[in-house]
């Protein structure tokens, strides 16, 4: 390196100007990807859902992957997705007596509202 491309700091560490860009990614479970990416009127609709009764809203966010809404799971079939959202919505219902599945069931329906912001991003139509 140059020395103009390295500077020296107050405990004679070397650190370069250049910056490095890092790439994250969140790795999804498949039942979080299988969470649809929705319009953001039925991704709030969902939201109010799962908020006062536990798992409908991803109950309802399960007919979406049928009408064609897409996931981050592309290499499922439209069933198979269904399937696992309608199971999400099961163990929301069935943990909620312990209030663990109606904090679940909040962040679900909060994870469908990020993912509305996205949905206008995405221009190319899934293939069923």
């Known amino acids: ?3 103009k491309d390295t500077e020296m700091n107050e405990k004679g560490v070397s650190s ?3 910056g490095v860009v890092v790439q994250v990614r969140e790795k999804k479970g498949p039942l979080r990807a299988a969470i649809p990416y929705m319009p953001f009127p039925v991704a709030v609709i969902c ?3 799962n908020t006062f009764v536990p798992g409908l809203g991803t109950f309802v966010s399960a007919f979406t992957v049928l009408c064609g809404a897409r996931t981050d799971l ?3 079939h439209m069933c198979c997705v269904f399937w696992l959202n309608i199971a999400a919505a099961f163990i929301q219902i069935v943990t ?3 209030m663990v599945g109606w ?3 909040i962040f679900w329906g909060m994870d469908m509202v990020i993912l509305a912001k996205g949905y206008r991003e995405q221009s190319v139509p899934q293939q069923l």
């Open 1 to 3: 390196m140059d020395q």
């Open 96 to 98: 909620a007596v312990v």
């Open 47 to 49: 939201l109010f859902l």
């Open 103 to 105: 904090i679940m069931s």
């Open 74 to 76: 592309p290499d499922r």
């Open 16 to 18: 370069s100007t250049s």
